[in-house]
Every structure is written in structure tokens, then in C-alpha cells.
């Protein structure tokens, strides 16, 4: 398999399949491209029709859309879902609601791994996707989401290093120190250390 992703400090979409990938220890090369230069949409192109990272080659077969690519690895790794039924329900409800929600998160508190911005972002609709995304960690089963590390888990990853970047106490700490103690999270957060270029417009609160 041939994972195609973003810059690793700020692309969040591409934090989602990586570490369900590699908490489970399935084999696959990366390829990283560095987004918003004047080559990069030509290149992503290259790999995805729908223009944006992260996208899956697997012999032949191209996914693309960080959930549908969650879907397709759990096809191989089964424990990427719960096994209960009613539980693997919420599990996918709550993906789905990270994936298609959350709009002014995203807008106000980026993912920015090597940047420290306490209290900022908090416009009133924030705090309220805040609050949404508290009463989702209060039900974690622990350690994780439901127990074992699943798809949902990838889903909320980059929240984490949000909250780790804007400082946010409330939501279930112990879940975060969870999800921040996994080698695959400590990979990826070192890696986006390392990283050389930046991205001045997503660097929000310079
Ligand atoms: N819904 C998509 C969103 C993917 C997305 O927006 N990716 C951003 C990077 S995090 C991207 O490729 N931006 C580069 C561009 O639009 O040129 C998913 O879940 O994968």
C-alpha cells in the first residue's frame, strides 16, 4: 500500500489513516507531499482525482477520503471497528459526525503540531464544538474510545493535537494522555517536528 499525505504539522485528514495503519502494524510506504506550493495541486493530482490528501493506492485500487480509506484498512484489520454491533453503530456515527462537522474547530483551531497558542480560537461556536466533542470523550470506554484503538480513534486524533496546540483543559484528560502516549502519535508528532517548510497562512495566530 501506497499512502499519499499532507504536510505532517498541519495535515490533519492525513494523521487519520497513518496511525490506523501503523497502530496496527499494517505494512505500507508513505509518500508526503508538501501542500499550497505552486506545484503541489498538480502533484496530488497525480494520485487522487478529488485533489486532496490523504489518498490510498493498493495495486490498482485508489482511495481516496480519509473515512473511506479508515473503511477500506478495516476490511484487512477488523479490530479497526468494535465487534459489537451497537457499539461499532456509535463508533461510525461519531466518525461520520467528526468528518462532516466541527467547521469552526477547524476554522479557528488548525492543526499546528510545533505551535503553542493557548486561548486562542475560543469564539463561542468553538467552545460549543468543544463541548459536543467533551460529552463524546465522557463516554469513552477507555483506554480508548471503545476499549481497544479503532477507526474513531483515528478520527479524533487530530483534536487531540489541537487541543494540545490551544491549550484546552476539560475534555477527558486521561483519554488525551492516551492517544499522545501511542508510538504511532509520537512518531507522527516528532516527524512534524522535523518537517522543514511551513505554511504561512495556516500558521493562524503569528
Ligand atoms: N474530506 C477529505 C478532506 C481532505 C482534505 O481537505 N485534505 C487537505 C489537506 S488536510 C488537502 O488535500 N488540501 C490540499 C488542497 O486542497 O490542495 C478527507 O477526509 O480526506
Partial sequence: M????G???????????????????????EKRI???APSSKAEILRYSPAGKVPVLHDEGTVVWDSLAILEYL??????LWPRAAAERARARAISAEMHAGFAKLREHMSMNIRKRYPGKGRTPEVLAEI???SAIWGEAKGPFLFGEFSAADAMYAPVVLRFRTYAVEGPNRRYMDTMLALPAMREWIEAAEREPESIPELDLYE
Fill in 74 to 79: 478495516a476490511e484487512r484489520e477488523p479490530r
Fill in 131 to 133: 463541548g459536543r466533542i
Fill in 34 to 36: 508538501h501542500l499550497y
Fill in 2 to 5: 501506497l499512502l499519499i499525505i
Fill in 7 to 29: 504536510n505532517k504539522n498541519y495535515s490533519s485528514w492525513s494523521l487519520r489513516p497513518w496511525i490506523a495503519t501503523k497502530v496496527y502494524g499494517m505494512p505500507f510506504d
